[in-house]
């Protein structure tokens, strides 16, 4: 099963040593990578999806560090590797894609110098060549008059653009994976739609598998194959999108998608989730979301839950990756993994009857 | 209203939440206007040189309405000049030209002392809770400060009274003592909240007062600033550029595009049936929470926003309507009233 999945984070914890006590950010995560396809992270401000992203980097700093679980790539762990094993890896194999656009790029070089770098650091290229390079993929990430923007400099670039540029650096090596940090957070609607369809069209031109990470549930329902839920560190739910917006299970997700307000509906009021998000070095003993949960039981406060496999979640995503899956099709013996990936999986005592996923 | 003095003013805050049911001001009908702006243009100096001054074109000749009790969401993309006009409409920038008027009093060129009555009545919620709360002052200073600003010198009086606003916007009143550190995004949204209506306003300019704060978060204070414009009947600007709030919380919409409206109309209407291409193009983008809605061509804008520094002449989305005809380069669209809209296209979307 292995070979299917490009990269298999499993329970993967990542914890901060701070003053006041160990705090865990990424507390037991899995999470299945299958070729070409776009995963979404999401879930609130604190949950630990971008200290997860920064596991997988090797990009966690002091006094944060892995501290138990593996991360394999093409089932090679690369979660202990040296600096320069590592280096090679990072932006070749694996990139990464930040927030805000301005403060990632470097103001004082053009920005096809900056995206040249990447490919000269990791390919035995010739500069002319790797420019030609360059400018292909400034082509292909939708940048107009490539040949003037390639000597620009960040600061004359609008907030599209330069996400567009960030975009190509990240896919100039081909990588396996690309991780996307909120990577529309900081845009306009108009300029987001572009930039999510641009990530749509290289994930299935290129093959190359996307982590998106995200808070927002309209980007997810948008453009990603599977979703996975996180809350206080850990992965409360895990499903294939369709699965998960046709019949979310924990009452976290149902909460959130409750909460957001539609378009097609007026509401008088909005669904809240009441109170907010714990403090990770005082999380409650049992389930982390039992205090703000309105269908906790007397259990939730002392037992923690483990990842649940839903009823019949398996012939469900039979059916979402046959009837949608060409890409799963073309793979045809990767088609296994993707099964793997797409079960639907609930953090909650309710869903106890299922097989365990985790623990 | 200046001539209302300074007892009636204290009269009217120790009698708190109270003053819209006694009398003082009537239950608004949303039918009287409580704020009206006439062809508004706000220009900044960008630089350039002495003989050829630049300037920014942040708002172009904006007219609007607004009623009172009602809440007009102003939306639009970032540098479309939204948060400046809602600044300009309560003179926390000078208009570089065109009036203001304030239950039909002109506020603009008004002298300071004069119109120091009529600013309590206009608050402001900012988008960030962080820079915009004191750290050094501690959060019943915080909401105090503005009764202490107009005359409620009794320290004892005041706590009380700030008491009763964190009750009002749900804050644990032991928290009186604590400084904004201490609080998360929405609490200190919720403090700067209470801080707007400590002096019994009428009209709170709300500039993207949810858009920094998490989705389950956002929705308790959709539903608080929902729950307050019912108690004291507020009229709110709210400042937006997430339609799906908007939706929610407006009764009209108005849309802005490079600092000139394209289209106002109420709420229903306008996502029901976009008249202005750049409305319909908005609408469109908007990434739904629900996977069956997904696209696979998607109907998008291309191009990005052109410069405020040097706007395109004519109609000022042409550049990137994919409707644009000669005469939308050339002039600029005058007013199309379709029932209670008004939209700025040469070719209004039938």
Redesign the interface.
């Known amino acids: 099963m292995s070979e299917a999945i490009v990269l298999d984070i499993r329970n993967l914890r990542s914890h901060f040593f701070t003053a006041k006590g160990e705090v865990p950010a990424v507390d037991g995560v899995s999470i299945q990578v299958p070729p070409g396809k776009i995963i979404g992270i999401v879930g609130?401000?604190g949950c630990g999806k971008s200290m997860t992203a920064m596991s997988v980097m090797g990009l966690l700093r002091y006094p944060g560090r892995v501290v138990g679980g593996s991360i394999l790539l093409d089932g090679r762990d690369i979660t202990h590797l040296t600096k320069k094993e590592l280096s090679q890896v990072r932006g070749n194999e694996v990139s990464m894609i930040f927030q805000e656009p301005m403060t990632s790029l470097n103001p004082v070089y053009p920005v096809g110098k900056q995206v040249r770098e990447a490919i000269l650091l990791h390919q035995k290229m010739g500069k002319d060549e790797a420019k030609a390079r360059v400018l292909d993929i400034f082509c292909a990430v939708g940048i107009p008059e490539p040949e003037k923007r390639y000597y620009s400099y960040p600061h004359q670039l609008?907030g599209?653009?330069r996400q567009r540029v960030m975009i190509g650096m990240a896919m100039v090596c081909r990588p396996k994976v690309m991780i996307a940090d909120e990577p529309t957070t900081a845009l306009?609607?108009?300029?987001?739609?572009?930039i999510?369809?641009l990530m749509k069209k290289l994930c299935e031109e290129q093959g190359t598998s996307i982590i998106l990470i995200t808070?927002?549930?309209?980007?997810?329902?948008?453009v990603c194959d599977y979703v996975y839920v996180m809350y206080a560190g850990k992965v409360m739910e895990q499903a294939e999108?369709?699965a998960l917006?046709e019949k979310p299970s924990h009452p976290y997700t149902q909460?959130?998608?409750k909460?957001?307000?539609?378009?097609d509906e007026?509401?008088e009021?909005?669904?809240?989730?009441?109170g907010?998000?714990p403090n990770l070095l005082h999380l409650p003993k049992g389930c982390s979301f039992c205090t703000r949960c309105d269908q906790a039981q007397k259990r939730c406060f002392v037992e923690r839950p483990c990842l649940y496999e839903t009823a019949g979640s398996r012939e469900a995503a039979g059916q979402g990756a046959g009837c949608q899956g060409q890409a799963s099709q073309e793979v045809g013996s990767r088609e296994a993994g993707c099964l793997e990936a797409a079960s639907h999986g609930v953090r909650c005592f309710q869903y106890e009857g299922g097989g365990k996923l985790d623990e | 209203m200046s001539s209302r003095s300074r007892e009636e003013d204290m009269e009217r805050q120790r009698e708190g939440g109270a003053f819209s049911e006694n009398g003082i001001l009537p239950k608004p009908d949303g039918k009287k206007v409580l704020l009206e702006a006439r062809q508004l243009v706000k220009e900044f100096p960008a630089g350039g040189t002495r003989k050829k001054p630049q300037v920014v074109h942040a708002v172009t000749d904006v007219s609007l309405k607004i009623y009172e009790g009602e809440t007009l969401a102003l939306v639009g993309e970032s540098g479309c000049g939204k948060s400046t006009l809602g600044r300009v409409l309560i003179r926390l920038l000078e208009p570089t030209s065109g009036g203001i008027l304030y239950q039909g009093q002109e506020i603009v060129g008004m002298k300071e002392a004069e119109f120091a009555g009529l600013r309590r009545e206009m608050q402001i919620i900012f988008q960030d809770p962080y820079a915009s709360l004191n750290p050094r002052m501690s959060v019943g200073e915080i909401i105090g400060e503005p009764l202490l600003t107009y005359g409620m010198k009794d320290r004892k009086e005041r706590e009380a009274r700030v008491r009763e606003l964190m009750q009002e916007v749900g804050i644990a009143q032991e928290f009186y003592n604590r400084y904004p550190h201490q609080f998360s995004g929405g609490q200190r949204q919720r403090i700067g909240i209470a801080r707007a209506i400590a002096l019994n306003p009428r009209l709170i300019i709300c500039d993207e007062p949810v858009s920094a704060l998490d989705v389950s978060i956002q929705s308790q204070v959709l539903n608080l600033l929902k729950d307050l414009q019912e108690r004291y009947g507020l009229t709110y600007l709210f400042i937006s550029h997430d339609l799906s709030v908007v939706k929610f919380i407006a009764d009209r919409v108005c849309v802005m595009f490079l600092g000139s409206v394209c289209e106002i109309g109420d709420t229903d209407e306008l996502y029901g049936k976009p008249l202005h291409p750049y409305t319909r193009f908005l609408l469109n983008a908007i990434p739904k929470a629900d996977p069956r809605l997904r696209s696979k061509e998607k109907e998008l804008l291309s191009g990005e926003i052109p410069s405020p520094v040097n706007p395109p002449p004519g109609c000022r989305f042409h550049t990137r309507c994919p409707y644009v005809k000669d005469i939308c380069r050339k002039e600029v669209p005058e007013c199309h009233k379709v029932g209670k809209r008004r939209v700025f296209c040469h070719f209004p979307l039938g």
């Open positions: 609130e401000s609008s599209g653009l306009d609607v108009t300029i987001e739609a572009q999510l369809q808070h927002n549930m309209g980007v997810v329902a948008e999108t369709f917006f909460g959130l998608l909460s957001i307000p539609k378009l007026k509401a009021r909005l669904y809240t989730i009441d907010v998000v």
